[in-house]
């Protein structure tokens, strides 16, 4: 066991890990963040993403111990300051993209990254983009509204959405 | 996983040394973590590559395109493109947007996985793989299934592409794991045509010398016309007989051809 | 009325936790001094088990104890819940299924030994070094070649490897196969519903915890229904009584049917967990997933149309082989049989139908409900075979449908196979479907993709389904061994919040929005002062769970009920407060008051009086506001359809592109319009991946070749297009209090038939008129095949 450190969600956070503790292992079991999901162990489901010094990544294929020092970012760091969703969450929720919530820290930290880079992807770039994210409950169709809509573009037409 | 001792050098002698004490190298970790986490290898120490400077980035220097051996998918997608679009353009399909920001050249063509897309790349491209002891040309590199010229104690530390007059890579997704089910990289030098073949051969990458033929006569669609590739030896899955790789891989390079043109 | 009550399309209040990252699901859990399980399992798909040496791994670091199928041998069999009876009247074969492995191994995945330890990798360590002895067996894997007389047998203890041969309706065969030796056209149709894996996102997770001073056992699950886990494991295999047995299913990542029924290692973490007086857990990986969650579908079925000269449909009669795998699943008879023989006739008024299953016990993991369960096997048989039939009469598919649909005025509809539908208006849906798909429009795009080299083609399906599971009587009659009511208790607070325990889960569904909405709808307070609780049978009453698209026409009904009783009770209170008679206390908008006068005392003003009952009718009244109701329907409900899919075939590679999906649902009364939209989205998605993508296949030793994610394709946002979903022709049920139908399942029933019959017309239209049918999935090289050997 060696001691690890990392700054999550903004804050310095330390724990032991051996070699082969995997990220999301460390961060569910050790740092207790268990937003973050594990739905595969071949790394096809994207569940796990969580960012690491701005990038995407699978946190079931990257070693705890890559990220000494590393800033990470996980689905309880992407609310507002105050506690209120982001822009991003809010527009889940106002297009019902998410059901039983499993893939959903994962989608959400796979978009964020998504619109990081690209403010305005068309339907055809968010689908692309979310290739490594599998949901199996809603048919993608909301959650490709959600970014859309996150990202001030118009969605196709549907049910809207009350308080 | 078994358990291993983890080490993360940033310098290469320091890297070399755990190498050639035994260690296995790690580099993106996307097909190297899914194996330990089977149980299908066993080392006693792990090394990383990751956070050694000078494995790392995509440097064009006259008619060649040097990327470091370390350097993900997402970087060459993007630091490439201006020099090499066909190899841009194959980095920013493989897998994912995740794994593309963890996944590297080095560790994907020293896996050497039948349907990965780089080696196709390598191959057309008649690259050269640089080593920590020498170079290798892409010809001699793959030697078959998830078989390299690598020797014990031989890590990747980069691969230089002479730069094509034209290229251009298309893969068909296989729908699960998002490998080519075939993938043809086509790539036109002033000296002739190379096309190499992934995902389709039992025995790995290859390339298709009687499409080169016909394509170097005329690098059009249709001259591939009486082209075709033979059924035996390709691989069987669930995603593909034999017969259908072989029909693919002539749709996939016409339309590689296309692209190019 | 409540701006959130009935019809309101509300956010989902659960989506916050979920959005955040403070969802609570099984593997969250973590107890103090908690061991960790790993089941090692059969690497052979059929073997005599000769012996486990467990003695060397026992000695390695952190291992407690190993469990082999020695220690179960005293222990019930893992129950099935539903006994069918055969032709002949005799009871299916059922064979004993230990929680783990003795004697014999049946599957590749079958559990036969499990390490208890320290930590999970300690676990996994010393399993290497348990020594297993298994005399390989020839598998049994094709069903027609498992029916033959020198088969090896799965189970020794049965006569052969048949669970049932069933037939419906018996006492119709000979008029059905009269009506097709008069028939003037006759069409037929081999098909396969191919092999599915559900692959919910989150894997099973299973933790037990015993406190042995109060001898009391928790099991944490991932489950669709703790109450039914509790019955069926206290009861029949362990053998601890309710009140020392409590289930809790938080927060569930999906289940789509598998995760109904109980596993061996549900048993096992809360066997192991009395035994060692300390926690368990087990937390399934994807890959182990795939060999020990049970699969779905598996169905090799002929099916034959018999039509008359003017194309009405005479007669059906289909003959089915359905997989039950090694072991019979909680629900597996049920599924080929009454979820599927009943639902024959579909939208149309075929009066002879004789349907006859099959079910066969093979070498590979047990096969059960899976979304839609039964009625998309019908459904698929169905339309494929109308959708041939037009062709080879040369006659509309549409037109074919139209003319052969039940009238909007002959409901409700007695059909030949037992059901009667109480409403519904497919020539309705139907038209909307048109309307929405633009079909109009399709030659012309039709004639655009061809310029692009591509072939284009338009397919259609009706579905019809039985939801509402079910009349407690009846499923009894057909073999069902539980009862399926539906619970609630609805406890109003002092200060007039209420708490709704509802024996119905969630996971997904958001269930905790919509049944507020219900309660919201009926006192008239907004919605938000309403909880919904579920998934823990300690606070909730004794009920079925969720699936088979039943918990708003079952569950919801009982939350009708439970409310209509606090309704009444709280009338008399504010009757008493007001001095008025009960009869002239009207209730709306959370205020009660009295016919034609202005006096009137607001809902809280009620509940405050019930539980500090100082003005109150003690002499006649009981103090308090809780009522419990439980709802046993009268009939099942029967959403319908129209699904429209368009698509676009590569002629060069046999790739299928989807452009266009559309859906018209009868669902009758919706409460929440955006769930609803979700849920049909979700079933097409998972009906497109089973018609173009999943398929479990196992090799001739019973491998699973498809079993991880690297080689099952699972549908991804690129494989599916926006939907157009619409709702607008739906006819309430008729015998359920809010007149709802359920939505759960209707996507996946409706959507492969749809994809199928749209590739055929896109080949077709091509030139390829030799392909009569391509079994799913449609990968591209099975359509590239079809195309080369046509």
Known sequence: MTKLTMTVNGRKMSGTAEGRTLLSDFLRQDLGLTGTHVGCDTSQCGACTVHIDGLAVKSCAVLAMECEGAEVTTIEGMANKDGSLSVLQQAFQDHHGLQCGFCTPGMVMSAAALLQDNPRPSETEIRHHLEGNICRCTGYHNIVKAVLAASGQPVPEGVTATD | MYEFEFSRPTGMQEALAAVAGGAQPLSGGMTLLPVLKQRLNMPDAVVSLTAIPEMKGVKAEGKLLTIGAATPHAVVAREAAAHYPALAKLAGGIGD?????????GGSIANNDPSACYPSAVLASGATIRTN??????????EGLFTTALEEGEIITAVQFPIPLRAAYVKFDQPASRFALTGVFVAQYSTGVRVAVTGASDNGVFRWTEAETALSTRFTPEALGGVS???AGMMRDLHGTPDYRAHLAGVLCRRAVAAAI | MPKDGIGAPTKRREDLRFLTGNGRYTDDINLKGQLYAHFIRSEVAHGQLNSVSTTAAEAMPGVVRIFTGEDFVTIGSIPCGWQVTDRFGAPMQEPRHPVLAHGKVRHVGDPIAVVVAESLAEARDAAEAVEIDITELPPVLDMKAALAPDAPKVHEELTSNL??????????????DAAFASAAHVVSLELVNNRLIANPMEPRVAVGEYNAWDDQSTLYTTSQNPHVIRLLMGAFVLGIPEHKLRVVAPDVGGGFGTKIFHYAEEAFVTFASRQLKRPVKWTSTRMEAFVSDAHGRDHVTKIELALDAEHNFTALRTDTYANMGAYLSTFAPSVPTWLHGTLMAGNYKTPLIYVNVKAVFTNTVPVDAYRGAGRPEATFQLERLVDKAA???GVSPIEL?????????????????????????????LDKLIEISDHAGFEARALESKARGKLRGFGIAHYIEACGIAPSHLVGQLGARAGLYESATVRVNATGSISVFTGSH???????????QVVADMIGIPATQIDIVHGDTANTPMGMGTYGSRSLAVGGSAIVRATEKIVNKAKKIAAHLLEAAEADIELKD?????????????????TLAAYVPHNYPLESLEPGLEETAFYDPSNFTYPSGGYGCEVEVDPETGEVTILAFSAADDFGNIVNPLIVEGQVHGGIGQGIGQALLEHAVYDDQGQLLSGSLMDYAMPRALHVPFFRVDHSSCTPCTHNPLGVKGCGEAGAIGSPPAVVNAVIDALHRGGYTGIKHIDMPLSPARVWAAMQNS
């Open chain 2, 97 to 105: 947007p995740m794994v593309r920001n963890r996944g590297t050249i």
């Open chain 2, 133 to 142: 002891k020498r170079s290798i040309n892409a010809d001699q590199f793959f």
């Open chain 2, 229 to 231: 590739l033979s059924p």
């Open chain 3, 163 to 176: 669970c049932y041969d069933w037939g419906f309706v018996e006492e119709n065969k000979s008029a059905v």
């Open chain 3, 391 to 393: 062709r080879e009469l």
């Open chain 3, 401 to 429: 449908r139209r003319q052969n649909f039940i009238k909007p005025d002959q409901f409700p509809y007695q059909t030949p196979v037992a059901v009667v539908y109480d409403t519904g208006n497919y020539h309705a849906t």
């Open chain 3, 506 to 516: 969630s996971h997904g569904q958001g269930h905790e929005t919509s049944f507020a």
């Open chain 3, 590 to 606: 959370g205020k009660f008051s009295v016919a034609g006068t202005d006096k009137s005392v607001d809902w809280a003003g009620v």
